[in-house]
């Protein structure tokens, strides 16, 4: 698609077939992300459950629409839990999304991102320096944990290549977000700077992405990057009502449930690359 009007139309069709069919998404998530992740998938019209027990993971992921994946807070007593969900995902042909939290800040999480990607998600989503370190192998000196210090439109021959060489489509958030299948680009102009101040935001928006794709798992750059723009679109609309970072996190939440047609028409910034 090269037209934006295209692209406002169909992140408008996808937030309404998402709210229509309200998928199940499973998040084994960090101890951070938990309540704002369930919180904006809920007010995105999603239903979320966060269960990570490896002992109903067999059982339940069958039944969910999508799966989200974050290493965020991970334990080794986690991974196991994780593999065998994605494993269960990939066997009933429910897309997954890998956030690759600090991937970059110890060889344990390097290992730990490398194994989950080589299980091939549907949708890696990160910052830039995690993107990095995942193409990279290597884990940054420079690290500066879960933050990023690298801009993401500095990184879209690294998501291209990460792309290419897992098979996975890789979205890179930042100031422009980044969503690739190795081949296209695109880049997404929304969001507001603020946002980096509200822990878990990332760590939402990658859930969010995997509600999209669980409504429209052929398209997955394109539900990608309509997850990804209509986040941030709400976030520019709760920034004209917010004090601060605190503030921004509740209007932010109360946006994404009230976006309606004319606004996405108005602000859905998707562009090709
Ligand atoms: N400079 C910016 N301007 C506008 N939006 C931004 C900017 N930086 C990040 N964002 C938006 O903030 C959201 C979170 O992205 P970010 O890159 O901060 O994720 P993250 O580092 O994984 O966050 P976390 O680890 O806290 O969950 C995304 O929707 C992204 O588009
Ligand atoms: C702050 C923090 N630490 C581990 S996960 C997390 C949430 C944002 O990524
Ligand atoms: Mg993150």
């Known amino acids: 698609m090269d ?18 069919e309200c998928p199940l998404v499973q998040c084994i998530t960090n101890f951070v992300s938990m309540d704002l992740m369930a919180n904006v998938l809920l007010s995105a019209g999603a239903s979320p459950a966060m269960v990570h027990s490896i002992d109903e993971i067999p059982e339940f992921t069958p039944k969910v629409h999508a799966l989200c994946i974050n290493v965020g ?9 994780m593999k065998v969900a994605a494993e269960t995902a990939n066997k009933e042909r429910k897309p997954w999304v890998l956030d690759p939290v600090a991937a970059g800040a110890s060889s344990f999480r390097l290992k730990a991102c490398l194994e989950l990607l080589g299980m091939k998600p549907s949708v890696v989503r990160g910052n830039g320096s995690e993107i990095l370190a995942l193409v990279k192998g290597s ?21 291209k290549s990460l792309a290419q060489l897992s098979g996975s489509v890789v979205a890179v958030s930042g100031a422009v977000d980044v969503v690739t299948d190795g081949q296209q680009a695109v880049g997404i102009r929304n969001g507001v700077a603020m946002l980096q101040k509200i822990t ?10 995997a509600a ?13 990057a ?16 917010a004090k601060g970072p605190a503030s921004l ?6 946006s994404l449930y009230g976006l309606d047609q004319g606004t996405v028409f108005n602000r ?4 090709k690359l």
Do not use: Y
């Open 212 to 224: 999209f794709v669980a409504i429209d798992p052929l398209h997955l750059v394109e539900a990608t």
């Open 268 to 271: 859905v910034k998707i562009t």
């Open 3 to 20: 037209n934006p009007e295209e692209w406002r139309q169909q992140a408008w069709a996808h937030l309404t077939k998402l709210r229509q």
């Open 139 to 159: 884990v940054d000196p420079n690290s500066k944990g879960v933050d990023s210090r690298h801009e993401s439109i500095d990184v879209v021959e690294a998501a």
């Open 200 to 209: 878990a935001t990332g760590c939402s928006v990658s859930a969010l992405v």
């Open 226 to 241: 309509s997850a990804l723009s209509l986040f941030g679109v709400a976030s520019e609309i709760g920034m004209d009502m």
């Open 73 to 81: 807070t991970l334990t080794p007593d986690w991974l196991p839990a």
């Open 249 to 254: 996190r509740m209007h932010l939440i109360d």
